[in-house]
């Protein structure tokens, strides 16, 4: 369906697929969302594939021996084979629901963490992770003893692929886990040269997408990765939907993270067995409704091309560099090569949280603070975080001069 990214992008007409965006705001200014990076906006065809799912097909899932159940196990397993499309995944059983990104980091941390790395094995993530790829790893740290390992990030917001190298070196690495995108600096990681290193050195590696996975067509198999993570929420779907990617050998070996209804095949009171992967890590009823409307995002951002979509952002990336630049007293964070529609900032001595309020009453939402990636601003000796404005398919060039304009009076009003 990548095709469809050879048609012309017409974020227009696209803006008017997304309901919120034509709503009257509070200070009658029309919304300028600039933080899709936290949750992006819902399209008509997500909020009405999951209205209508529970109108005409909504029962429980795997259980009922009668039509309307099996019309909403056939909606809930369809979901996953877009899922395992859009990821070009080899098989539809190694897509495994969850509810979010954290969720399934945390997964593979009990799971894999704990049932097949070795004691004495480390965990190798970077200085740009989410909490959600690190708060994991130290609890498995604290737990196990498996040592937790970072790796550096340089002064644009790269990865230093040196340091990367040399904290592999000792063969002791089991997992590298890191973002495929930054959810502050924007950087786009090189997975391909990360999976590379770390397969030399036999460790696996797990690439949270929660970020990238919106941009960038992700093809697990060409990366080449073990295990890889995303949230539909980001991705124009709902909340309380998230999906991990695992090789079906990983998760054949990885015993069950949850236990309870649908993960067993046979269960008595002195022991139980479970149901091969993905049901093993599906326990109780799953998030029938919010992977129907994730089918809908994935159909969505597919007919729109994956391609197109990434040019679109390439565009308004090169349009935010440019624009962001002259803004008086503004300090970028991250000056990466290869980096996605993510800009975190500092404009003097304002307090982020007093920026954004203030951006607020022009109409203008962004996001302050630390963005759940505390150690990565104390790297940059920002403790009282940043601002960020993070950009969607619907984002527009117009909405970046808004922002460059409201930054530029703010400036003048903190004076
Ligand atoms: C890079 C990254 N990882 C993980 C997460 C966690 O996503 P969720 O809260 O949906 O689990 C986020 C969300 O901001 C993110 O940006």
Redesign the pocket.
């Known amino acids: 369906m990548d095709g469809v990214a050879a048609s012309p992008f017409d974020v227009a007409r696209i803006r008017q697929d997304f309901p919120i965006l034509s709503q009257p705001q509070a200070r009658g200014r029309p919304l300028v969302f600039l933080d899709s990076?936290?949750?992006a906006q819902k399209p008509r065809v997500v909020i009405d594939a999951m209205v209508r799912c529970m109108e005409t097909a909504y029962a429980n899932v795997h259980r009922g021996a009668y039509r309307l159940s099996e019309l909403a196990t056939d909606a809930y397993e369809a979901a996953r084979g877009a899922t395992a499309r859009f990821l070009n995944a080899a098989d539809p059983r190694e897509i495994v629901f969850t509810?979010?990104?954290?969720?399934?980091?945390n997964l593979v941390a009990h799971s894999w963490g704990r049932g097949v790395l070795q004691p004495g094995q480390a965990v190798l993530i970077s200085e740009l992770?989410?909490?959600?790829?690190i708060v994991p790893w130290q609890m498995l740290r604290d737990d196990r003893g498996n040592e937790l390992r970072v790796c550096r990030v340089t002064d644009a917001g790269e990865l230093d692929m040196d340091d990367l190298e040399a904290k592999l070196a000792d063969g002791k690495v089991g997992l590298v886990a890191v973002?495929?995108?930054?959810?502050v600096l924007g950087t786009v990681t090189p997975v391909d040269r990360i999976v590379a290193l770390a397969h030399a050195h036999g460790a696996k590696v797990l690439l949270?997408?929660?970020?990238?996975a919106v941009h960038r067509r992700v093809d697990v198999q060409a990366i080449g990765c073990d295990f890889y993570?995303f949230?539909?929420?980001?991705l124009y779907g709902p909340?309380g939907i998230?999906v991990l990617w695992a090789r079906l050998e990983h998760l054949e070996r990885m015993p069950p993270f949850l236990g309870g209804g649908d993960m067993i095949s046979v269960v008595t009171f002195e022991k139980s067995e479970w149901a091969p992967p993905p049901a093993k890590f599906e326990a109780g009823t799953p998030a029938i409704v919010e992977a129907v409307g994730l089918h809908a995002a994935i159909d969505y951002v597919t007919a729109i091309g994956m391609g197109a979509i990434e040019a679109h952002e390439r565009a308004l990336v090169d349009h935010a560099t440019a624009r962001l630049a002259q803004v008086p007293g503004l300090t970028l964070l991250g000056a990466a090569q290869d980096r996605g529609g993510v800009f975190a900032f500092g404009l003097d001595a304002a307090h982020p949280h007093d920026l954004a309020t203030l951006l607020d009453r022009a109409g203008i939402a962004v996001r302050a603070g630390r963005?759940?990636?505390e150690p990565l601003h104390a790297r940059f000796g920002l403790e009282n975080g940043t601002t960020r404005a993070s950009f969607g398919l619907y984002t527009t060039k117009d909405e970046i001069d808004l922002l460059a304009q409201a930054l530029t009076e703010a400036r003048e009003f903190f004076k």
Do not use: L, R, V, Y
């Not at 992770?129 to 790829?133: I, M, V, W």
């Not at 973002?179 to 959810?183: E, G, L, V």
């Open positions: 990076g936290a949750s509810k979010n990104s954290t969720e399934a980091m992770e989410h909490h959600a790829n973002a495929h995108m930054s959810n949270d997408g929660s970020q990238a993570c949230t539909g929420h980001k909340t998230g963005h759940c990636a």
